[in-house]
Nanobody, 114 residues
Framework: QVQLVESGGGLVQPGGSLRLSCAASGVIFTLAAMGWYRQAPGKQREEVAFIKRDGNTNYTDSVKGRFTISRDNAKNTVYLQMNSLKPEDTAVYYC????????WGQGTQVTVSS
């Protein structure tokens, strides 16, 4: 059974940092490229970063240099370190495979506001 549990979101001021975590099960984690996605109100969900099983990473332009994705295969967990947060980063953040499954977790809310 697939399960994706995101955590670590919250309210942060502009310029602040958050670290998101995603515990994955049932997705053959160690074989999968994993991604972090976000969906802001009124907008489509977008992938902001992904990490291949060999550790290679890729980021969308709007987060390059500010976000870092990483993974711990032993813990079946993927992380997203977010620094220098901006109000436009406000969204619900989700993890999934880079080729996403139909199943999505509940996500974690990130709000960047003063």
């Amino acid at each position: 059974q697939v399960q994706l549990v995101e955590s670590g979101g919250g309210l942060v001021q502009p310029g602040g940092s958050l670290r998101l975590s995603c515990a994955a099960s049932g997705v053959i984690f160690t074989l999968a490229a994993m991604g972090w996605y976000r969906q802001a109100p009124g907008k489509q969900r977008e992938e902001v970063a992904f990490i291949k099983r060999d550790g290679n990473t890729n980021y969308t332009d709007s987060v390059k240099g500010r976000f870092t994705i990483s993974r711990d295969n032993a813990k079946n967990t993927v992380y997203l370190q977010m620094n220098s947060l901006k109000p436009e980063d406000t969204a619900v953040y989700y993890c999934n495979r880079h080729s996403p499954l139909a199943y999505w977790g509940q996500g974690t809310q990130v709000t960047v506001s003063s």
